[in-house]
T-cell receptor
Framework: DAKTTQPNSMESNEEEPVHLPCNHS???????IHWYRQLPSQGPEYVIHGLTSNVNNRMASLAIAEDRKSSTLILHRATLRDAAVYYCILRATLRGGGSNYKLTFGKGTLLTVNP | DGGITQSPKYLFRKEGQNVTLSCEQNLNHDAMYWYRQDPGQGLRLIYYSQIVNDFQKGDIAEGYSVSREKKESFPLTVTSAQKNPTAFYLC?????????????FGSGTQLSVL
Protein backbone atom coordinates (compact mmCIF):
# COMPACT_ATOMS: atom_id res chain seq x y z
CA ASP A 1 0.00 0.00 0.00
CA ALA A 2 1.19 3.51 -0.77
CA LYS A 3 2.41 5.39 2.31
CA THR A 4 2.20 9.02 3.33
CA THR A 5 4.73 11.13 5.25
CA GLN A 6 3.75 14.13 7.36
CA PRO A 7 5.62 16.35 9.82
CA ASN A 8 5.03 15.35 13.44
CA SER A 9 3.92 18.82 14.50
CA MET A 10 3.31 22.35 13.28
CA GLU A 11 2.44 25.60 14.96
CA SER A 12 0.38 28.54 13.78
CA ASN A 13 -1.10 31.77 15.06
CA GLU A 14 -4.79 32.43 15.18
CA GLU A 15 -6.29 33.98 12.03
CA GLU A 16 -3.21 33.18 9.96
CA PRO A 17 -3.14 30.66 7.09
CA VAL A 18 -1.77 27.18 7.73
CA HIS A 19 -0.22 24.88 5.13
CA LEU A 20 -0.02 21.23 6.19
CA PRO A 21 2.15 19.15 3.85
CA CYS A 22 1.90 15.48 2.95
CA ASN A 23 4.28 13.43 0.81
CA HIS A 24 3.01 10.36 -1.04
CA SER A 25 5.71 9.59 -3.58
CA UNK A 26 4.43 6.04 -4.31
CA UNK A 27 0.86 7.09 -5.02
CA UNK A 28 -0.91 5.21 -7.81
CA UNK A 29 -2.81 6.89 -10.60
CA UNK A 30 -6.24 6.13 -9.16
CA UNK A 31 -5.52 6.70 -5.45
CA UNK A 32 -7.63 9.40 -3.87
CA ILE A 33 -5.99 11.70 -1.30
CA HIS A 34 -8.09 12.10 1.85
CA TRP A 35 -7.57 14.36 4.84
CA TYR A 36 -9.09 13.85 8.28
CA ARG A 37 -8.59 15.61 11.58
CA GLN A 38 -8.97 14.42 15.15
CA LEU A 39 -9.75 16.58 18.13
CA PRO A 40 -8.66 15.31 21.58
CA SER A 41 -10.66 12.31 22.83
CA GLN A 42 -12.85 12.27 19.72
CA GLY A 43 -13.05 10.24 16.54
CA PRO A 44 -11.49 11.66 13.37
CA GLU A 45 -13.67 13.75 11.09
CA TYR A 46 -13.46 14.10 7.33
CA VAL A 47 -11.95 17.33 6.04
CA ILE A 48 -11.49 17.06 2.28
CA HIS A 49 -10.41 14.73 -0.52
CA GLY A 50 -9.18 15.00 -4.10
CA LEU A 51 -7.71 13.09 -7.03
CA THR A 52 -5.83 15.49 -9.32
CA SER A 53 -7.33 18.95 -9.24
CA ASN A 54 -7.22 21.37 -6.35
CA VAL A 55 -10.35 21.23 -4.19
CA ASN A 56 -12.11 23.70 -1.94
CA ASN A 57 -14.83 23.27 0.64
CA ARG A 58 -16.09 25.19 3.63
CA MET A 59 -13.46 23.71 5.92
CA ALA A 60 -10.27 23.88 3.84
CA SER A 61 -8.54 23.74 0.48
CA LEU A 62 -6.49 20.89 -0.92
CA ALA A 63 -3.62 21.66 -3.27
CA ILE A 64 -2.29 18.64 -5.18
CA ALA A 65 1.08 18.74 -6.90
CA GLU A 66 1.09 18.22 -10.63
CA ASP A 67 2.95 14.89 -10.27
CA ARG A 68 0.63 13.94 -7.36
CA LYS A 69 3.58 12.96 -5.19
CA SER A 70 2.63 15.53 -2.59
CA SER A 71 -0.34 17.56 -1.41
CA THR A 72 -1.00 20.42 0.98
CA LEU A 73 -4.01 21.01 3.19
CA ILE A 74 -4.66 24.74 3.53
CA LEU A 75 -6.59 26.28 6.39
CA HIS A 76 -7.13 29.85 5.26
CA ARG A 77 -7.60 31.41 8.70
CA ALA A 78 -6.70 29.18 11.61
CA THR A 79 -8.88 29.32 14.70
CA LEU A 80 -8.34 27.76 18.11
CA ARG A 81 -10.92 25.11 17.14
CA ASP A 82 -8.60 23.97 14.33
CA ALA A 83 -6.06 22.66 16.84
CA ALA A 84 -6.06 18.92 16.15
CA VAL A 85 -4.11 16.02 14.65
CA TYR A 86 -4.40 16.06 10.85
CA TYR A 87 -4.11 12.82 8.92
CA CYS A 88 -3.35 12.46 5.23
CA ILE A 89 -4.30 9.04 3.83
CA LEU A 90 -4.59 7.42 0.42
CA ARG A 91 -7.71 5.58 -0.60
CA ALA A 92 -6.61 2.99 -3.14
CA THR A 93 -8.48 1.28 -5.92
CA LEU A 94 -8.39 -2.49 -6.14
CA ARG A 95 -7.73 -4.33 -9.37
CA GLY A 96 -11.02 -4.86 -11.10
CA GLY A 97 -12.52 -1.76 -9.56
CA GLY A 98 -13.97 -1.07 -6.16
CA SER A 99 -12.32 0.47 -3.16
CA ASN A 100 -9.58 -0.74 -0.89
CA TYR A 101 -10.99 -0.87 2.60
CA LYS A 102 -7.71 -1.49 4.36
CA LEU A 103 -7.08 2.17 5.13
CA THR A 104 -3.95 3.06 7.06
CA PHE A 105 -3.63 6.14 9.25
CA GLY A 106 -0.12 7.24 10.26
CA LYS A 107 0.64 9.46 13.25
CA GLY A 108 -0.47 12.60 11.44
CA THR A 109 0.54 16.20 12.16
CA LEU A 110 -0.31 17.78 15.49
CA LEU A 111 -1.35 21.38 14.77
CA THR A 112 -1.07 23.87 17.61
CA VAL A 113 -2.82 27.22 17.18
CA ASN A 114 -1.60 30.10 19.32
CA PRO A 115 -4.03 32.86 20.34
CA ASP B 1 -29.59 12.53 13.02
CA GLY B 2 -27.62 9.94 11.10
CA GLY B 3 -24.35 8.78 12.50
CA ILE B 4 -22.33 6.16 14.34
CA THR B 5 -22.89 5.36 17.98
CA GLN B 6 -20.26 3.63 20.08
CA SER B 7 -20.93 2.38 23.57
CA PRO B 8 -19.90 2.46 26.28
CA LYS B 9 -17.69 5.55 26.31
CA TYR B 10 -15.52 4.03 29.05
CA LEU B 11 -15.02 0.34 29.76
CA PHE B 12 -12.96 -1.55 32.30
CA ARG B 13 -11.76 -5.11 31.86
CA LYS B 14 -10.56 -7.51 34.49
CA GLU B 15 -7.73 -9.92 33.78
CA GLY B 16 -8.89 -12.92 31.78
CA GLN B 17 -12.23 -11.36 30.88
CA ASN B 18 -13.75 -10.89 27.44
CA VAL B 19 -15.47 -7.57 26.78
CA THR B 20 -17.59 -6.42 23.86
CA LEU B 21 -17.64 -2.93 22.39
CA SER B 22 -20.76 -1.86 20.55
CA CYS B 23 -20.89 0.02 17.25
CA GLU B 24 -24.17 0.92 15.54
CA GLN B 25 -24.72 3.06 12.43
CA ASN B 26 -27.86 4.37 10.75
CA LEU B 27 -26.16 5.74 7.65
CA ASN B 28 -27.07 2.69 5.54
CA HIS B 29 -23.36 2.08 4.95
CA ASP B 30 -22.13 -1.29 3.74
CA ALA B 31 -18.57 -1.04 5.08
CA MET B 32 -17.59 -0.84 8.74
CA TYR B 33 -14.21 -0.74 10.48
CA TRP B 34 -12.57 -1.04 13.88
CA TYR B 35 -9.40 0.88 14.73
CA ARG B 36 -7.22 0.94 17.82
CA GLN B 37 -5.39 4.08 18.94
CA ASP B 38 -2.67 4.15 21.58
CA PRO B 39 -1.62 7.45 23.21
CA GLY B 40 0.26 9.69 20.79
CA GLN B 41 -0.05 7.15 18.00
CA GLY B 42 -2.01 6.88 14.79
CA LEU B 43 -4.91 4.54 14.12
CA ARG B 44 -4.28 0.86 13.50
CA LEU B 45 -6.85 -1.27 11.70
CA ILE B 46 -8.17 -4.28 13.65
CA TYR B 47 -10.97 -5.64 11.45
CA TYR B 48 -13.13 -4.41 8.62
CA SER B 49 -16.31 -5.59 6.94
CA GLN B 50 -17.38 -4.77 3.43
CA ILE B 51 -20.82 -6.33 3.68
CA VAL B 52 -23.09 -8.24 6.04
CA ASN B 53 -21.82 -11.69 7.07
CA ASP B 54 -18.33 -10.94 5.81
CA PHE B 55 -15.27 -9.44 7.50
CA GLN B 56 -11.49 -9.42 7.10
CA LYS B 57 -8.54 -9.08 9.43
CA GLY B 58 -6.71 -5.81 9.53
CA ASP B 59 -3.16 -5.25 10.69
CA ILE B 60 -3.60 -6.17 14.37
CA ALA B 61 -6.46 -8.69 14.57
CA GLU B 62 -4.87 -11.07 17.10
CA GLY B 63 -6.81 -11.14 20.37
CA TYR B 64 -9.93 -9.61 18.85
CA SER B 65 -13.07 -10.99 17.22
CA VAL B 66 -15.99 -9.42 15.36
CA SER B 67 -19.33 -10.31 13.85
CA ARG B 68 -21.47 -8.68 11.19
CA GLU B 69 -24.93 -10.20 11.40
CA LYS B 70 -26.74 -6.96 10.64
CA LYS B 71 -25.85 -4.09 8.35
CA GLU B 72 -26.21 -1.60 11.17
CA SER B 73 -24.06 -3.35 13.75
CA PHE B 74 -20.38 -4.37 13.99
CA PRO B 75 -19.50 -5.35 17.58
CA LEU B 76 -15.89 -5.92 18.61
CA THR B 77 -14.93 -8.43 21.31
CA VAL B 78 -11.62 -7.96 23.07
CA THR B 79 -10.70 -11.44 24.24
CA SER B 80 -8.48 -12.53 27.11
CA ALA B 81 -5.86 -13.38 24.48
CA GLN B 82 -5.28 -9.67 23.93
CA LYS B 83 -2.57 -9.03 26.51
CA ASN B 84 -2.40 -5.26 26.15
CA PRO B 85 -5.98 -4.11 25.55
CA THR B 86 -5.76 -0.65 27.09
CA ALA B 87 -6.41 1.76 24.22
CA PHE B 88 -8.94 4.06 22.56
CA TYR B 89 -11.14 2.08 20.14
CA LEU B 90 -12.77 3.74 17.16
CA CYS B 91 -15.47 2.42 14.87
CA UNK B 92 -16.07 3.84 11.40
CA UNK B 93 -18.28 3.24 8.39
CA UNK B 94 -18.37 4.16 4.71
CA UNK B 95 -20.28 3.44 1.56
CA UNK B 96 -19.05 0.64 -0.68
CA UNK B 97 -17.52 0.66 -4.10
CA UNK B 98 -16.57 4.29 -4.52
CA UNK B 99 -12.97 4.99 -3.54
CA UNK B 100 -13.71 8.63 -3.03
CA UNK B 101 -16.17 7.90 -0.24
CA UNK B 102 -15.30 9.31 3.12
CA UNK B 103 -15.23 7.54 6.48
CA UNK B 104 -17.53 8.48 9.31
CA PHE B 105 -16.21 7.80 12.81
CA GLY B 106 -17.86 7.24 16.14
CA SER B 107 -16.77 9.06 19.28
CA GLY B 108 -14.76 6.12 20.57
CA THR B 109 -14.56 3.78 23.57
CA GLN B 110 -11.71 4.03 26.07
CA LEU B 111 -10.87 0.55 27.36
CA SER B 112 -8.77 0.13 30.47
CA VAL B 113 -7.56 -2.92 32.37
CA LEU B 114 -8.24 -3.15 36.09
Amino acid sequence: DAKTTQPNSMESNEEEPVHLPCNHSTISGTDYIHWYRQLPSQGPEYVIHGLTSNVNNRMASLAIAEDRKSSTLILHRATLRDAAVYYCILRATLRGGGSNYKLTFGKGTLLTVNP
Amino acid sequence: DGGITQSPKYLFRKEGQNVTLSCEQNLNHDAMYWYRQDPGQGLRLIYYSQIVNDFQKGDIAEGYSVSREKKESFPLTVTSAQKNPTAFYLCASSGRGDYSEKLFFGSGTQLSVL
